[in-house]
Structures are given as structure tokens and as C-alpha cells.
Nanobody, 118 residues
Framework: EVQLVESGGGLVQAGGSLRLSCAAS????????LGWLRQAPGKERQGVSC???????YYADSVKGRFTISRDSAKNTVYLQMHRLKPEDTAVYYC????????????WGQGTPVTVSS
């Protein structure tokens, strides 16, 4: 069974940092693209970052220079390190995976909430 389990969300003050983790199981971790998306209250889900299976990384303009995605094949875990957080980063963050690249993420975790206070 393919499974993604996020952790690491919470409440942080503006300017602070958080690291989200996503433990993956049930699929060939190294062969899949792994990404993070978020959904703020009342807004559509948006892509935040993605790590393709061939080593490329992608970021939304709004998080470039502040967020870093990384993956640990030994632990089957993907991370999202977030620095200089802003109130507009407040959202539920979802981990996602797919075998057909960053535009084909098809398996989702349950999400972890991040709240950034001003």
C-alpha cells in the first residue's frame, strides 16, 4: 500500500523556521517525484516545491530562497525546510508522490497544518 505520512507542522512566529517531514512507503522511493503542496483556508491547493527522480528541484516563486526540499533515500523521507516564514505561508501542507514527474503527482498524504503568526 502506498502511504505518505507528514509531520512537523505547527505554530511559529513570522520570521521563524520549521522542517516538515514526509515518510513514504509502498513504492520505489527513488523512482518517484516527491513534492509539497499547500492549501490555505478558502484558497485552492498550490504547488510549493518538488524533487524529481532525476535530481531536479522546483519551487514556487513565493518560496524561492526561503524553502528547501530534500530527500533521504535511506529513510524514504522527503523534507521541506522552511525559513523566514510569513503569515501568508499559513496553510495545510501536503506531501505528494508520482512516478511520472512533478506534474504527475498522484498519491497524497493527509496533510500537516502550519500556522505563522504575525
Amino acid at each position: 500500500e502506498v502511504q505518505l505520512v507528514e509531520s512537523g507542522g505547527g505554530l511559529v512566529q513570522a520570521g521563524g523556521s520549521l522542517r516538515l517531514s514526509c515518510a513514504a512507503s509502498g513504492f520505489a522511493f527513488d523512482a518517484y517525484a516527491l513534492g509539497w503542496l499547500r492549501q490555505a483556508p478558502g484558497k485552492e491547493r498550490q504547488g510549493v516545491s518538488c524533487s524529481s527522480s532525476d535530481g531536479n528541484t522546483y519551487y514556487a516563486d513565493s518560496v524561492k530562497g526561503r524553502f528547501t526540499i530534500s530527500r533521504d533515500s535511506a529513510k524514504n523521507t522527503v523534507y521541506l525546510q522552511m525559513h523566514r516564514l510569513k503569515p501568508e505561508d499559513t496553510a495545510v501542507y501536503y506531501c505528494a508522490a508520482g512516478p511520472r514527474g512533478c506534474l504527475g503527482l498522484e498519491v497524497w498524504g493527509q496533510g500537516t497544518p502550519v500556522t505563522v503568526s504575525s
